[in-house]
């Protein structure tokens, strides 16, 4: 089963409005971090948060962690329709000598103008 | 700035063919990434380089294999194509070994390989 799950699987709003995206992980973690895939495109990295932090801002993007719930969420304020992408997360732990990086199956974000 | 380049972008292949995906980053990173991406599921690792000359497993590399032929080039080879192998592949690179976990990884735009 994955690691991390992104919750919903789906979002559509207004250019302007809010986006909340979620995502909830099993094991214990050193950071977390989220990443954009425009459609056709590779994945983008968008803001690492380790473990030992609650929250961190990049622009428009606000993320938190609750380790104590296992769970992260994305903010983007003030939508563009330019911010139409799937978003993942990724939760980095020590497995088999590495650091995994494990992705759950992302939330696919629609802004319409 | 490139980044990582990968080739080809599309290719359709029969069952039982073989073929070679090509990766290149040009930002002197030591890790370079293998991932194949589904349908309803998150990347997964398939093989993965800490250095030049030294590859590892991920979570699915059976059916393939890798080459890391410099600190550029990291290659991943389908020895005999099985439908099941219809994905999207993605080749990443990051800064640091496998055992830094605080650098993001860099990404492709991915090859997208049909079997028949």
């Known amino acids: 089963s994955q690691q991390g799950e992104e919750d919903p699987q789906a979002l559509s709003i207004q250019e302007g409005e809010n986006a909340t995206m979620n995502c909830s992980y099993k094991?214990?973690?050193?950071?977390l971090q989220w990443y954009r895939q425009n459609s056709g495109r590779g994945l983008v990295h968008l803001i690492l948060?380790?473990?030992?932090?609650r929250e961190k801002h990049s622009g428009r993007l606000r993320v938190t962690l609750d380790t104590s719930k296992k769970s992260s969420s994305l903010l983007i304020t003030a939508s563009r329709a330019a911010d139409t992408a799937s978003y993942f997360c990724?939760?980095?732990?020590?497995?088999?000598?590495?650091?995994?990086?494990?992705f759950g199956a992302g939330t696919r974000l629609a802004v319409h103008p | 700035n490139a980044g990582v380049t990968q080739t080809p972008k599309f290719q359709v292949l029969k069952t039982g063919q073989s073929m070679t995906l090509q990766c290149a980053q040009d930002?002197?990173?030591?890790?370079m990434y293998w991932y194949r991406q589904d349908p309803g599921m998150g990347l997964r690792l398939i093989y993965y380089?800490?250095?030049?000359?030294?590859?590892d497993k991920g979570e699915v590399p059976n059916g393939y294999n890798v080459s890391r032929l410099n600190k550029r080039e990291f290659s991943l080879r389908l020895e005999s194509a099985a439908p099941s192998q219809t994905s999207v592949y993605f080749c990443a690179s990051k800064w640091g070994g496998p055992i830094n976990s605080n650098q993001p990884q860099h990404f492709g735009d991915g090859t997208r390989l049909s079997i028949l």
């Open positions: 380089s800490a250095s030049e000359g030294t590859t």
């Open positions: 930002m002197n990173h030591n890790s």
């Open positions: 948060i380790r473990s030992n932090e």
């Open positions: 990724a939760t980095v732990l020590f497995s088999g000598g590495y650091n995994k990086l494990i």
């Open positions: 094991t214990s973690i050193n950071n």
